[in-house]
């Protein structure tokens, strides 16, 4: 039980994660505003739906604002609450826009003392008209917003939900990446010391590595139809990713294709560690060298600072660690099957002979 440590350890983690991203709660935030347009002199009423709020249920009646930047920001003269999720909001908008813009966007801010505070960025497009007079905007001040108490997972409108598949897509392809790294490793020893188990291992590693890869592609295809509009959108990253596990395929196909058996894993070690360098260009370099909608890649920023926030790391880095621990379990199974195997028709094979 001592030496089975780290595998009771991959169960454990991967059952937190599990939970942990399905159960905690996403904090308060702003799901869509009306009008999104206004222009300069314009008295204008927001029609704001809240996600996970609690307009009616507060103490106090939330307090809205349109925040331009750190200094300017104007407070709404009426808020007018229909119920947990829905209020309107009146603004007298400036007679100018800061630094002469013609269009300017504009944040949405609303807190109350259940929620805490509400973020919307480019909420609005403030437009300047040609009549405006300059040196008009009165700053309001945004003060005394504390956060909500608890554990909960932050908000982003445009993944609302789906932000928990971070906790699924992300921590497969690094495992993959990890799994499939240890193969290549096998594969060379292989090719090194010409003993059976490292083959054994390495066809293995590899064959969990490509399920993690299939499974991060699909993962990854669900957020992509949730937030791009469609499951496939021929992005460079969806891409690359599918030639990557295709590749890993061809490895499979090769090791079926040759009879003799020691000509079979020296030719799939070699190719299994010039597959894991092909990852390298397309994985990490390619993605970066034209645009692309997948965070990270293409001057699209990776999700950082609150979209991973504190509470998000407690679960994202021990997903890592569990489908890491918990595949290479898998692929010592199997290692440890083919292994019985072969032994197995040998005996066969002597018996018969």
Known sequence: MVKHWWKILAVLILLYTIFAGILVPL?????????????????????????????????????????????FAISASEVNLINNTRLDARFNLP?????????????????????????????????????????????????????????????????QESIRNLYYHVPMWFAMMIILLIAAIYSFLYLRKKEDKYDHLASSYSAVGLVLGILGLVTGMIWAKYTWGRAWSWDVKQNVSAIS????????????????????????SVYNIYAFIALVPLLFVIPRLSDSLHP???????????????????????????????????ANLFSRIKSIREKLDIKKYEISS
């Open 27 to 71: 904090k308060p935030g702003i799901l869509e505003v009306y009008p999104i347009t206004g222009e300069t002199g314009q008295s204008i009423n927001l029609k704001v739906t809240g996600y996970n709020s609690h307009y009616l249920d507060a103490q106090q009646k939330p307090r809205v604002w349109l925040k331009y930047d750190s200094v």
């Open 95 to 159: 007679n100018n826009v800061p630094g002469g813009k013609e269009v300017t966007e504009l944040s949405l801010i609303i807190h109350n003392d259940i929620d805490g505070p509400s973020l919307l960025p480019s909420a609005i497009f403030l437009k300047q008209t040609e009549n405006a007079s300059a040196n008009s905007w009165q700053s309001d001040i945004i003060s005394n917003l504390p956060l909500k108490e608890g554990i909960q997972f932050p908000y982003r409108s445009n993944l």
């Open 245 to 268: 596990l295709l590749i890993y395929f061809a490895y499979f196909i090769l090791r079926s294709s040759i009879d003799d058996d020691a000509s079979k894993k020296r030719l799939a």
């Open 296 to 330: 990270g890649n293409g001057g699209n920023p990776a999700m950082g600072g609150e979209d991973l926030d504190n509470t998000m790391r407690l679960v994202f880095y021990p997903a890592v660690i569990g489908w890491i621990l918990f595949s290479a379990w898998i």
